[in-house]
């Protein structure tokens, strides 16, 4: 079973940055990529980034791309998601699951035994 953890969002004011966790228990398997999607109010749960743990080969989608990035600790079998230049669109609940991955990529395509997490609201105001 693939679950993880995020933490890590909050309020903060346009421009402002925040960096989000996604935190795998010790008793999931790695995955082989990681996908944060985010659902803003009233919309759909779309896709935002996406990384492949054994190629660290990462896909952005426009939106936010230059402004989010990724880091990992995998002592603590972590992925960051940081996230700079916050804008209000930028707002929702933010999850992270296993995605498929084939060859050495991501896709947004979330993986038949990967359950959703909690997620973590970003709110970006002022």
């Known amino acids: 079973q693939l679950q993880f953890v995020e933490s890590g969002g909050g309020l903060v004011q346009p421009g402002g940055s925040l960096r989000l966790s996604c935190a795998a228990s010790e008793f999931t398997r790695r995955a082989s990529a990681i996908g944060w999607f985010r659902q803003a109010p009233g919309k759909e749960r779309e896709g935002v980034s996406c990384i492949n743990n054994r190629t660290s080969l990462a896909h952005f989608v426009d939106s936010v791309k230059g402004r989010f990035s990724f880091s990992r600790d995998d002592a603590k079998n972590t992925i960051y998601l940081h996230m700079d230049h916050l804008k209000p669109e930028d707002t929702g609940i933010y999850y992270c699951?296993?995605?498929?991955?084939?060859?050495?990529?991501?896709?947004?395509?979330?993986?038949?035994?990967?359950?959703w997490g909690q997620g973590t609201q970003v709110t970006v105001s002022s």
């Open positions: 699951v296993a995605v498929v991955g084939p060859d050495g990529f991501c896709t947004y395509r979330k993986k038949p035994d990967a359950n």
